[in-house]
């Protein structure tokens, strides 16, 4: 109960913070640390997404879904590290034009943009921690994988490669 009320209250507090252009929770808050803890604490189920590049290589993510609109509203912020082949997808119900901001958002990330046949559109390279620049899909997507920045170069994904995950375009469930 008393946990429930505290994970209520945290919530409250952050979409009161989330109202703010200007707002930014310092790493040392009791607010971020909580944050921090409630999502160390989760039992955090991932899936595997998979990018085919253009050389016929493929690798493979374990990365987070952000399905519900609190999910993909939170996305990774507060966090100080990804793994290195972890991440976030963003799933959409339909293909729509994107836009993702860096508020709150503490390390650099690379966005991929996925079209509703599994082509990647574009990606916004080592995106600025914190910013409210908004970085956009070039077209309708069905979804967006967000990894550590830089990683996609790292590993040559570019436009034109393949993206699929359960559930996603080619799939084979």
């Known amino acids: 109960m008393i946990r429930s009320i505290s994970t209520a209250l945290i919530i409250g507090t952050l979409a009161l913070v989330g109202c703010r252009a200007d707002s930014q929770l310092p790493t040392n808050s009791p607010v971020s640390q909580h944050v921090e803890e409630t999502v160390s604490e989760a039992a955090i189920e991932t899936i595997a997404v998979t990018v085919q590049m253009a050389d016929g290589e493929n690798h493979v993510f374990e990365v987070e879904t952000a399905i519900t609109r609190e999910e993909q509203r939170r996305g990774l912020m507060f966090r100080d590290s990804l793994p290195q082949d972890g991440g976030m997808i963003f799933p959409f119900e339909f293909p729509r034009i994107a836009s993702f901001w860096m508020r709150n958002t503490m ?21 600025e921690p914190y910013t409210l620049d908004s970085y956009v899909s070039i077209e309708p997507v069905i979804a967006v994988l967000e990894i550590d920045g830089g990683r996609a170069a790292e590993l040559g994904i570019d436009a034109g490669d393949r993206v699929s995950w359960p559930g996603g375009p080619g799939a084979t469930e």
């Not at 390390?107 to 995106?127: H, Q, S, W, Y």
């Open 107 to 127: 390390i650099p990330l690379d966005m991929i943009f996925i079209r509703a046949d599994g082509v990647i559109t574009n990606i916004a390279r080592e995106t």
